[in-house]
């Protein structure tokens, strides 16, 4: 089974929280969908569990999420 490829999301001011930036990539509807993510341990952040909503995240980052996977990139 081979992995997502993984999608870069542009951000225009680093670090951006974990929270925001599940938001900003697709990965979560809203604010309370991204929290019930984190809350039931879904969300991996370079391949490492991650449950806290406020982590700070810079340019090279992996979020994933099930399936879906998304690198914090910048602004070119």
Known sequence: ???APIQDVPVA???IRLGQ???LAGLAEHGAHARE?????EVQVNGRLETR????LRAGDVVAVGGQ???????H
């Open 1 to 3: 089974m081979s992995r």
């Open 69 to 75: 996977r998304a690198r914090v990139a910048s602004f």
């Open 21 to 23: 930036f599940l938001k």
């Open 13 to 15: 001011e680093h670090p």
């Open 53 to 56: 909503r406020g982590a700070q």
């Open 37 to 41: 993510l984190l809350e039931a341990e």
